[in-house]
C-alpha cells in the first residue's frame, strides 16, 4: 500500500560557514532599533509530499533529495521530520 | 534580569501563493527518477537570539521583526517558538 507522508525539512547552514544574509539582516535590524538580536542564520525550510510504501523508503528517499537538491553538503546540513497524511492537503 | 532566546522562526508562501522555485526543485527531481514527490513548497528557516527582560516582551519584538524584515505578510506567513538559552551557543 502506498502511504503518503509530509516532509519538514530544514537545511541550515554549518556552524563554521559565514552567513552574509544572516549578519545582513541582523544590521538592518539594528538600524530599525532592534539591538537585542544577535547571531542570524538563515536557512530554508521546506516542505513536500513523499509517497511510499513504508516510512523507511521514504526517509532514504529524501536522504538522498537532500544531498542531490535541497542541501549542499559542503556547506549546509539537514534535517527532517515525517508525518503520515492521509490526505494531500495539509502541506504549509 | 536579561533572558536570552533562542527564535526558530518559520517562514512560509501563503498557500494561495505559486511556488516557482517548488515547481521547479520538484521538476528537477522528476528528471532525477523521484516521481512520488509532488508539493515542493519553499520556505525560510531563521535563527537568532534575542535577549529581552521577558518572554512577552521577545514575542512583541519578533512579530514586528518578521511584519517589518523576516515576512512579506502579503505573501508569507510566519511562525516561530521561543526556547531560553543559557549561554549563546547552540544557534543552529
New interface residues.
Partial sequence: MQRKYLAKI??????SVLDPA?VA??S??QQ?G?N?????????????????TEEIKARQ?LER?CD???ANPVIE?YRFDLIEVET?TG??
Avoid at 530544514?10 to 556552524?15: D, E, I, K, Q
Avoid at 538580536?37 to 536557512?43: A, H, K, N, T
Wanted: no cysteine; net charge neutral.
Fill in positions: 530544514f537545511v541550515t547552514l554549518r556552524p544572516g539582516v541582523q538592518g535590524l530599525l532592534y537585542n538580536v544577535e547571531q542570524v542564520r538563515i536557512g530554508k525550510y521546506i516542505e513536500l509530499i513523499i509517497t511510499s528517499d533529495i542531490q537538491m535541497l546540513n494531500q502541506v504549509f
